[in-house]
């Protein structure tokens, strides 16, 4: 029992202790509570302010911005809101144009970071502004005010001025004052360097004696006994930024006057409290310990428990006690599994969202105080780099100042905005988001927080971008376009089909392809179904029926678009209208056809014309000779006279049709040219030959370059000449008496010139660029020097089939000068024998074949190297044709063992002579080599598809020809006739 009542007297010591700090600390925890209201009032307070400052910069930017609204406004709003010293409507730079009171109007505020800060958005105080002492109009002294500017803008979105209201601390007196506890509280309003910008008079612009703590709530006790608590604005409430702090003092023995009496008066009370407690005690617990004992008892000598009232009542009283213990655990355990699953589901939900989308969170000034991974991403930016920093870090420059505001303004108001954004990240590179932002109250002293979640839509954009250059490029097209679905049903066409068809996608509704398709495509339907149940395309000629029930032929190209695993999704048809084309088509068809038939029937003429006119020529210049040359019979000296003018005339008759049929030929592209290594040598030396005539009668001689030092040129031997033969006769005709004809060669670049010059009477300059003209003379008509005006324009033909050019300089009265320009053979060749290897030996091959062999070749060159090649050999003989017309006629009548053909021949190609071989059952199986200088690999294949049994190249290897040779001809030899 003792030891019970020294319990109950500790336990009486302790809880009186207990009592008395828990009414300090309550006491304390009180200051401090009040501390925190008091600022937070403050803080409504200053944004209720800042909401009704706005209201009417907004007010202001709606209205006409007239001088009268401008000063009714100032005028209502100053007398609505005593607490402003002054308000203000500033122009773009920077001088105030209305002001309450006025005589601040004209002043400069450019410099104040009030009226720079809102340039572009809202602006509340300033950092540098919490220290600063801006001067009052009214009273002419310092005092310490708050900074409130809008932006106004006109409705282009041009900067028409700042609105500013400037607001002193005086209203803050109403805000505190239920705070102050009867007087018991003083209750100031300090800066950050803690000097006193509110409170009693006699304070105002003084510094607390202490430094200003960093936390909230903080407690310190000054001299004299005061107990000081402190709580500070909100971090970066505002753009940008404003520092306060609201700092409550009160003596502590008024704070803990009440506690020493009510110490004791609790003591004792505690002490009569505690005794009858203890008296009570005692009786009780004798009156529960008798059925306790009762039923230990019991229990421990194995009898019944006694019915009594006590008993049944501790033992229902326990039972109830347990069974309520349970419940609350069982209830508690229950709580705690729903709220384990609903916080393990919103963490789920959370980090899906964190990792979809992307997130960031800032305070009311646009600062950024949380970005997730994925904003990170998305910028560029570290995280590092992005706290602390404003959003207008991303700006990127793609929307205007409207659309900011119209943001803010949202905002502002508290609603929740949804729109597009365009950022630009730290690479410079720009990006869409679809953003949602909201504006939210935190529940601790951080104020208005804004949550921003953003969806990165720059592919979306840019394929909408694609999409709709894509749909213009559709609409923009001559040619129609049809989209149907896999069903065949139409969707869309474009407005060059309706213009086509005359049917609009109403008219089409949900109609199938082959609605439109007239009745007679019905194979066609077939086969283009069953194309595109393949997944492949179809191309082709389609009749397609317009509206008015006409139809027109279309050119059209169907194909389907397929995905990897659902298969054919829509059809699409590409088509134009190609009746116009078809009509041209058959149009050119007849023209081709007329032209064939022109081409015979002038073919025809000159044949004709060749024949009729050769044929009395013949007898006119056969007779003339035969009359000059009787001995039998001779004629007079006028007669021979006579005579000579008939064949001089008849001659120049014969050359005129010569080089007419020559002109047809190479109109009608049937003339045939072998370009190959050849000796200009032996050209010019031959062309001297054939034109001795001409350069007798004309009695003017030549100073001719060495031919053997001329080297080797591409060109037709017999063409070449031909040229030559050209320019040597009219050097000679076109020359003084006694002149001289200069020829010689020089190279040029990778050509070779060969230069014919005369000393005649020169072309005059006027007259030249008609040289080449046939039949154009240029007045030699009327002289007595034969002609026929065609030979210069035959040579330039000629000279331009063989690759090369013709060309000339002339003075008149001094003479011409004409050059014909070759080019020259890729590989090196000889001039003797152009088509054999240098070094070959003729003696050590030998064919051990009997035979005959057909040569088809033009080239004198190459004609005088196979037969010497043949000299040699005993048992073969060699006959040569030098057209392709002479080749057929000699292999029918000669019916040779082997056929040597080229391919560049004067009257067919050589392809064509072998066709026609393998055409003939009696000359088919002759084998025959195809030899020649066109060595591609086309050329190749098509003489083997002809059917040559060997193709050789020039210049030809000896070894490899005599073994072709020898070869081939015992084959034939063993073959059945």
Known sequence: MLLAILSCFAFFLAATQIVSHSLQDEAVENLRSTTLQARDRVERQLRTHFRDAAAAAIFLQRSDLSPDVIATTLTLFRNAFQEQPWISVTSPDGIIRHANPKFLEGASVVQRPWFKGAQSVPYMGAAQDAEQRSVSPIAGQNMPLIDFAFPLRTPEQT??????????????????????????????????????????????????????????GTLWES??????????????????????SVVLEAQKADIFALISPLQKALFMVSGGIILLAIIAAILLARYLARPIEMLESAIRDGQDIPPCSQFRETASLSRSFADLLSRL????????????????????????????????????????????????????????????????????????????????????????????????????????????????????TTGIRYISIHTDITRMMEAQRQLEIFR?????????????????????????????????????GNNTISWVWTDDTEPLHREICSALARGQSWRGLLPVRRKDGSSFISASNLGVITEEHSGAQFIFNVFQDHTQELARTRAL??????????????????????????????????????????????????????????????????????????????????????????????????????????????????DCQDPATM?????????????????????????????????????????????????????PAEKQAQLFQPFSRLGAELSDIEGTGVGLALSKTLMEIMHGQIGFNSIAGQGSRFWLEFQLPTQPDTTSAPSLLPGADLSQHAIDADGLTLYIEDNPANIALMELMFSEFTRLSLAVAQTGAAGLEMAERLRPALII?????????????????????????????????????????????????????????????TARIQSLVKQAEKSPA
């Open 589 to 702: 068809e007849e023209a081709h056809h007329h032209a064939v038939e022109a081409s015979k029937a002038k073919s025809t003429f000159l044949s004709n014309m060749s024949h009729e006119l050769r044929t009395p020529l013949n007898a006119i210049l056969g007779f003339a000779q035969l009359m000059l040359s009787n001995p039998k019979v001779p004629v007079t000296d006028l007669q021979r006279r006579q005579l000579n003018y008939i064949l001089k005339g008849g001659e120049h008759l014969l050359s005129l049709i010569n080089e007419v049929l020559d002109l047809a030929k190479i109109e009608a592209g049937k003339m045939s040219l072998s370009v190959e290594p050849t000796a200009l040598g032996t050209v010019v030396q031959e062309a001297l030959v054939l034109a001795s005539r001409y350069i007798e009668n004309a009695a003017v001689t030549v």
């Open 159 to 216: 900067l028409a001025g700042v609105f500013s209201v400037h607001l002193g601390w005086a209203w803050a007196n109403d805000a505190l004052r239920p705070f102050e506890n009867n007087g018991r509280y003083t209750i100031l309003i300090v800066d950050s360097e803690g000097q006193i910008i509110q409170g009693p008079h006699d304070r105002l612009g003084s510094l607390l004696s202490h430094s200003l703590p960093a936390q909230d």
């Open 711 to 763: 080297p080797c040129i591409m060109a037709d031997p017999t063409r070449a000449k031909q040229v030559v033969v050209n320019l040597l006769s009219n050097a000679a005709k076109y020359n003084r008496p006694n002149g001289i004809i200069r020829l010689f060669g020089e190279y040029h670049d990778s050509h070779y010139r060969l230069v014919i010059e005369d000393c005649g009477f020169g072309i």
């Open 901 to 961: 053909l080229d391919i560049n021949l004067p009257d067919m190609s050589g392809l064509e002579v072998l066709t026609r071989l393998k055409q003939r059952p009696d000359l088919c199986r002759i084998p025959v080599i195809v030899l020649t200088a066109d060595a591609t690999p086309q050329t190749r294949q098509r003489a083997e598809m002809a059917g040559c049994s060997a193709f050789l190249s020039k210049p030809v290897n000896l070894s490899e020809l």
């Open 472 to 508: 213009r490029i559709i609409e923009a097209t001559d040619e129609g376009v049809s989209i149907l679905d896999s069903n065949g049903r139409y969707l869309y066409g474009n407005p060059a089909r309706e213009r086509m068809t005359g049917f609009t996608n109403d008219d089409l």
């Open 223 to 244: 001299p004299g006994g005061i107990l000081s608590a402190i709580a500070h604005a909100p971090p970066a409430q505002h753009q940008p930024g404003l520092r306060w």
């Open 329 to 444: 655990h069982s209830e508690r355990n229950a709580i705690e599994t729903l709220v384990q699953q609903r916080t393990a589901e919103l963490q789920d939900l959370l980090r899906t969202v964190d990792a979809h989308s992307i997130i960031s969170m800032t305070d009311a000034s646009g600062t950024i105080a949380y970005c997730n991974d994925q904003f990170c991403q998305s910028s560029g930016y570290d995280r590092t780099e992005l706290l602390g920093q404003s959003h207008r870090l991303l700006k990127s420059g793609r929307h205007s100042p409207q659309f900011y505001q119209d943001l803010w303004e949202s905002l502002l108001q508290g609603k929740i905005w949804q729109g597009v954004l365009c950022n630009k990240s730290k690479t410079g590179q720009l990006y869409w988001l679809q953003t949602t932002i909201c504006p939210t109250h935190s529940d601790d």
